[in-house]
């Protein structure tokens, strides 16, 4: 006898709820069903999943793996019901799509109101989150898709092209370099460069880009860092260092109301690739494909 897609979805839900009564709640079954479920899935199972205790629930190591799989079963079961869905009328129904924060705010708000126009059974539930942690979701069926930059190593993932997003300096607006038509690589690494954070792929790319080194901090010093794109234009604007800015957040406006000069950098092709991925193999390959053309408009 095999487990039920019902009884593994109790187990989800009683580990995401930590009780038997909330997660039979969020079942929309009596608390007795749900518990009567845990035992069924137990029986098929041989063994135990999880143990009571008044610090609320706890999963056995067959608990685990078993959660561990039911997750997987139950995002392929939700895709083959979304992809039968959209076998007649792509991009319709849930769709679950990631962004990166340095695209979010300064892409979605043109392409939501265009996607709402051409696809009005669209139902977009966005995450916005850094490259690494999007990516994790994505081979691990949480997400559809991502709306990321390259380069970045998608190994197990495909991708349609977006858009090239060229990396512009940013100085302050009494800065030598604001009179110059561009800024160079050379004249760039003779200042203190501010970035973002650890983690955020802007920070690798815009260093790539031009051939740089990560800043050091001098002994007893520190490196200052940015958490978003915000903050960094503010911390340029007070005459802390110079950085470097994607085109699209310039043209969204980013820096229209700080003291900060916008310059092109002097390099070969100083830019992003904006992509949308997906899982090799994924039923909604077609809905990604229609997605990054539907971006790139």
Known sequence: MLPTLRQLQYLKLLVENGAFGRAAEAAHVTQPTLSAGIQELERCLGAPVVERSRAGVILTPVGEEALRRARTILNEAEELVEAAKSASQPLS???????????????LPRALPLLRERFPKLRLFLREDLTH????ALRAGQLDAALIALPYDLTGLHYAHVSDDELMAAVPANHPLAGQQSATVEALEKEDIILLEDGHCLREHALAACGLKPPKAAPGEEVFAATSLPTLVQMVGSGLGVTFLPAMAIEAGLTDAAPVAVRPIAADH????????????????????????????
């Open 270 to 297: 100083p830019s992003r690739e904006i992509v949308v991925a997906w899982r090799a193999g994924s039923s909604r390959a077609a809905e990604g494909r229609l997605l990054a053309d539907t971006l790139r408009t």
């Open 93 to 107: 129904g849930r769709f679950r799509l990631g962004v990166i924060p340095t695209i979010a705010p300064f892409l």
């Open 133 to 136: 942690r999007l990516i994790a």
